[in-house]
């Protein structure tokens, strides 16, 4: 079992810049799938972007535009975020899971973090 921890989060003005961290532990990732989502309340918990065990494939949701990176250093078993040009409507907290392909819907992924919240004030 693999074990994820989210880690960057925080209040940001429209138009700044956070960097999100995911480590994980218990056994490697290196050969999996890893996603970022984020989940607003009230709503579904939306796919952001994942990337291969390689790096050799990303693929990103619509709505991030060229604004985010995901990328990922497995000598340090983390996965990160870079998120630029944030908007309001990116507020959500945000989840990195881990699973077997790259996928847009969370059911394929096995295992969670519990989250970093990032709030964007206009």
């Known amino acids: 079992q693999v074990q994820l921890a989210e880690s960057g989060g925080g209040t940001v003005q429209a138009g700044g810049s956070l960097r999100l961290s995911c480590t994980a532990s218990?056994?490697?990732?290196?050969?999996?799938?890893m996603a970022w989502f984020r989940q607003a309340p009230g709503k579904e918990r939306d796919f952001v972007a994942y990337i291969s065990g390689s790096s050799i494939h990303t693929f990103y949701a619509d709505f991030v535009e060229g604004r985010f990176t995901i990328s990922r250093d497995n000598a340090k078993s983390t996965m990160y975020l870079q998120m630029n040009s944030l908007k309001p409507e990116d507020t959500a907290r945000y989840y990195c899971?881990?699973?077997?392909?790259?996928?847009?819907?969370?059911?394929?992924?096995?295992?969670w973090g519990q989250g970093t919240q990032v709030t964007v004030a206009s």
């Open positions: 218990g056994r490697t990732t290196n050969n999996s799938f």
């Open positions: 899971g881990v699973g077997p392909i790259g996928a847009k819907q969370p059911s394929f992924y096995s295992s």
